[in-house]
């Protein structure tokens, strides 16, 4: 098969791509096209690798309002709804959203998710489910798990023995959330624990890292702090942090230095933290994210997620990554034409380094044939005009397609 005229990551000339048997063989300008071997001419439109999800809730997906809408808009309003619907849960309930998110984000050029599923719940329903639609989506959807203990590890019935039973179901990440643990020696502890367990079973770590806006959460620095000593280094994850925007510039510019060494990655959640920070403040009002431009300054790797699709804490999303791009290069202040047009990376190269995808995750001759194509010739006006994704080819197999959208003035 031979995908020709494509501007390759922004690239200014026309390549083709041939790819053969799920791999891509040959990349080149105007390649030949052997005897019947089939052709797609896009005529100059952009390929990128896919997209990744670098941090979704899967289980909570595609539930706001059932039974009752978070009125508050607030993360801990969030929570008591989620408690409430979790009651209902069921694991066809599960299957049943969890497919049509899944197919949502593949229809906007999405390969790769790392979902978080919450294990504090006794029969780990959420769990079971998801883990067995890793398997079975497996050639459409790479489905990366995250053991998380939304409720608490130690502040939370069992909540050790959960994590640690999710983790040997089959979890993919370890997670935790000191932050919502009852004390500040419990939030010490429970990284302790997650980071231990990690190492005990081979495991990367997605910690959902100090969501609050309580300058004095200071979940980072130990688990940078555990990153660093355990060597785990960047397959540690620090999701949200959004404490660190309101942390003082003096504490931020020691803390760096730590981040720095520990290796570890960062995720930030511009959609759904710029709706739930900032909720107890009067005016001014701050936009809770995470410091995203002066990390990616710092060499520190951050990727972009969705985190919540119409759920409890966000009554809003359709599965596009464009609108986390969009608002996160806002309200991170990163709008300059390098920025913009570089920012896929937020959700592409940038969250295949936290996901920890390795080298096969690139278009290059000798990969696995996925890539996805958009209808603009470079990210800059995929971003400005929310350009349709035209393809979405996952190992040589065509997985989602679209059209350009129609609009037009009728003067
Ligand atoms: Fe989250």
Redesign the pocket.
């Known amino acids: 098969m031979l995908f020709r005229n494509l501007y390759i990551e922004n690239a200014e000339k026309l390549q083709d791509i041939r790819v053969e048997e799920g791999v891509i063989t040959e990349i080149g300008e105007a390649l030949l096209p052997r005897e019947g071997e089939e052709q797609q001419d896009f005529g100059g439109k952009l390929a990128l690798p896919p997209f990744i999800e670098s941090?979704?809730?899967l289980d909570t997906c595609l539930t706001a309002g059932d039974p009752v809408w978070n009125q508050s808009g607030t993360l801990f309003e969030g929570i008591e709804c989620w408690a409430k619907r979790k009651e209902k849960l069921t694991r066809q309930d599960v299957r049943e959203r969890v497919g049509r998110a899944v197919r949502l984000y593949a229809m906007n050029g999405i390969q790769h998710i790392r979902t978080?599923v919450d294990v504090t719940d006794p029969k780990l329903t959420a769990m079971e489910a998801i883990l067995e639609m890793r398997e079975e989506l497996r050639d459409v959807m790479d489905i990366q798990v995250v053991a998380?203990p939304q409720e608490g590890i130690e502040s939370y019935p069992n909540g050790r023995k959960l994590l640690e039973d999710a983790v040997r179901m089959g979890a993919d990440c370890v997670g935790a959330i000191p932050h919502y643990e009852f004390t500040r020696e419990y939030s010490v502890s429970s990284l302790n624990y997650a980071v231990a367990l990690a190492e005990k079973y081979d495991k990367l770590v997605d910690v959902?890292c100090d969501?609050i806006d309580d300058e004095a959460s200071r979940g980072l620095e130990t688990l940078a702090a555990r990153a660093y000593e355990s060597g785990l280094t960047d397959r540690v994850t620090a999701?949200?942090t959004t404490a660190m925007h309101s942390y003082n510039n003096a504490y931020v510019q020691r803390l760096m230095r730590l981040i720095q060494l520990s290796g570890i990655n960062f995720v930030s959640?511009p959609l759904?933290n710029t709706h739930l920070q900032g909720r107890i403040d009067t005016y001014p009002k701050r936009r809770g994210v995470t410091r995203v431009k002066e990390l990616t300054q710092a060499g520190v790797n951050v990727s972009f997620?969705h985190?919540?699709i119409f759920d409890p804490?966000y009554p809003m999303g359709t599965g596009t990554l464009r609108d986390v791009v969009f608002l996160g290069l806002h309200v991170c202040q990163m709008m300059g034409y390098e920025d913009i047009m570089n920012s896929y990376r937020f959700i592409s190269t940038n969250a295949a380094r936290t996901l920890h995808l390795g080298e096969s995750y690139s278009i290059r001759v000798g990969n696995p044939a996925s890539f996805i194509v958009l209808d603009a010739k470079n990210y800059y006006d995929a971003l400005n005009q929310n350009a349709a994704v035209l393809l979405s080819c996952k190992g040589g197999r065509v997985v989602a397609q679209g059209v350009p959208g129609k609009k037009e003035a009728l003067f």
Request: no cysteine; hydrophobic share 25%; aromatic share 14%.
């Open positions: 941090h979704v809730h978080h998380f959902h969501e999701s949200h959640n759904v997620g985190d919540d804490w």
